[in-house]
């Protein structure tokens, strides 16, 4: 700002001194008249140039002085000249002091020359007493504004970044406070930065799926304790009972015994199966099929299954050619047949569909069963989470079917999404991309 300031004002000083040597030549055109220079004029001229900074000379046709700013004036003139030099040299050591001379003919009423006059002034921009002066106080101006705004900076400066590292601060704390496994804190802190609101929420969130998995994991614990407990102790009842001899070891006790072990045989293929899943989610062996007659095929293999419920399944499905892994994309849908038949009702419809959409290939298994809980559904592809918390033996199992499920598809670059209300039913859609060559 201040080397703005000086730059035009140094354009304005120039401009300045530029018109008053233009008023002083056009003054001088009355200096002689009626044969005769005008002394007192001359004087008068001389003392306000001199005053400005400008020196005046005046000669006539003969070379002859008639008047002069360094003799008449000379006290004046070298005051003022002097006082100039000092003034530049404390703004600018290096400024140049040359003076510089003009020669003007002077002419008399009849056109004829009478003299010259020669006016003088520093080559370079020089400043008078009251430019110096007007210079000075916008310098102090300009350093208390700086001032100023130096000071409203680092103030606006402070306020900001106490409105950002107090919650950041905070945020820090409550990371710690979940690393250390408290889930259930929450971070009460109002901010009206967006950048600020959005990282508490995410904080927040963040600390409720972390309280959720961590509910999620103990109950995983409970759930195969339990899954694997039942079986074990009617095991050891049956086995117990008979060798103290209170039990003949009969057919149908041996029976009992084994479809005990073939329940924790399917509680560890189960896991196995997820554990296999997510070791070979991207080992896919692609090839062509034909949906129509693989969805045929599964329905026909369990179409018995739902017979045992009188159950109903419609099929509508297009010759559709579709790049997947057969096998795993069977499992897929087997689980999804398994589930609409296990929870669909004495009775009850499950409908099959699959179809072209929006550029992608949609397959839709949809049951009028006893649906999904509304808080439920965004939970129910998590590894072990089961809607069921009764430990059925009918709807048994340890959580992993749909988490089998949405694996498979993610893989096939698919997803899979649920509609569901409770007592009329869910409907699954998976939706694979188009990839028919």
């Not at 008249?33 to 005046?56: V, Y």
């Not at 009918?394 to 959580?399: K, R, Y």
Request: with cysteine; glycine share 6%.
């Amino acid at each position: 700002m201040n080397k703005c300031f000086k730059l035009e004002f140094t354009k304005y000083v120039d401009n300045s001194n530029k018109a008053e040597v233009k008023h002083l030549i056009f003054d001088l055109k009355n200096i002689y008249e009626d044969g005769s220079w005008d002394i007192e004029t001359i004087k008068l001229l001389g003392e306000d140039a001199i005053l400005k900074g400008i020196a005046l000379e005046i000669y006539d046709k003969e070379n002859n002085l008639v008047w002069s700013t360094f003799e008449d004036e000379k006290v004046l003139s070298n005051s003022t000249l002097n006082e100039i030099k000092r003034n530049m040299k404390s703004i600018d050591s290096k400024w140049n002091g040359n003076f510089k001379k003009y020669k003007i003919e002077n002419y008399d009423n009849d056109k004829n020359i009478v003299g010259y006059s020669y006016i003088g002034h520093y080559e370079s921009t020089y400043y008078m007493e009251n430019d110096m002066d007007f210079l000075n106080i916008m310098n102090k101006f300009i350093i208390i504004i700086g001032v100023v705004s130096l000071a409203g900076i680092i103030l606006i400066s402070i306020i900001i970044s106490k409105s950002i590292s107090n919650p950041i601060t905070k945020v820090s704390k409550m990371a710690k406070i979940i690393e250390e496994g408290n889930y259930k804190n929450k971070l009460d802190y109002k901010s009206n930065i967006s950048e600020v609101k959005e990282l508490i929420e995410s904080i927040n969130k963040l600390a409720d799926a972390l309280n959720e998995q961590e509910a999620l994991r103990k109950r995983l614990t409970t759930d195969i304790a339990h899954e694997l407990r039942t079986p074990l102790t009617s095991i050891k009842g049956h086995l117990d009972a008979i060798i103290d001899g209170i039990w003949e070891p009969t057919n149908e006790r041996l029976i009992s015994i084994n479809e005990e072990v073939s329940r924790l045989s399917n509680l560890v293929d189960q896991l196995r199966n997820l554990e296999k899943v997510d070791r070979e989610k991207n080992k896919l062996k692609i090839e062509s099929v034909n949906l129509k007659e693989l969805m045929q095929s599964i329905v026909y293999n369990y179409q018995s299954k739902a017979l045992e419920k009188n159950i109903n399944i419609k099929y509508e499905s297009k010759d559709i050619e579709v790049f997947i892994d057969k096998e795993k994309f069977s499992q897929v849908i087997v689980n999804l047949l398994v589930n609409a038949i296990k929870f669909t009702n004495y009775k009850g419809q499950i409908c099959i569909k699959t179809y072209l959409e929006n550029g992608y290939i949609n397959i839709s298994i949809k049951d009028n069963g006893i649906g999904i809980p509304k808080d439920n559904i965004d939970y129910i592809f998590e590894r072990f989470y089961r809607v069921d918390k009764s430990r059925n033996k009918d709807t048994g199992g340890i959580g992993v079917g749909l988490t089998i499920v949405k694996s498979i598809v993610n893989a096939h670059g698919g997803d899979i999404f649920v509609n569901s209300e409770i007592n009329k039913g869910s409907e699954f859609i998976i939706k694979l991309p188009n990839n028919i060559k």
